[in-house]
């Protein structure tokens, strides 16, 4: 799990992305940001059948934020949205994943 924080006074729109959709499952993977606020970000990834080498996370993630318009809701989020262009204010960063083992019941 990681921490999104929106330090700013306005709501923000965010949207993550990761370099392989069909082992991952990030949560939430948009949604709106309140002022001065905090949203955990948390990802699972598909069970293994060995550990990596070094247990090093090859995955990528990448957030995506912008100053959310007035009266927007999450049903109304899109890609499009966070398209670069100009006269938008755009924030990108990368979230670092590392393996946390899950032991089973014996």
Known sequence: MDTVIAKIEHALDI???????????????????????????????EKQNKAPPSMECKYKFRVHALVAPNGITENNITTRMFDKEENK????????AVYIPVLEDS
């Open 89 to 96: 204010v755009l924030d990108e960063f990368t979230l670092r």
């Open 15 to 45: 949207q993550t992305q990761t370099t392989k959709p069909k082992e991952c499952t990030v949560n939430p993977n948009k949604g709106i940001i309140l002022p001065i606020s905090v949203c955990n970000v948390t990802v699972k990834i």
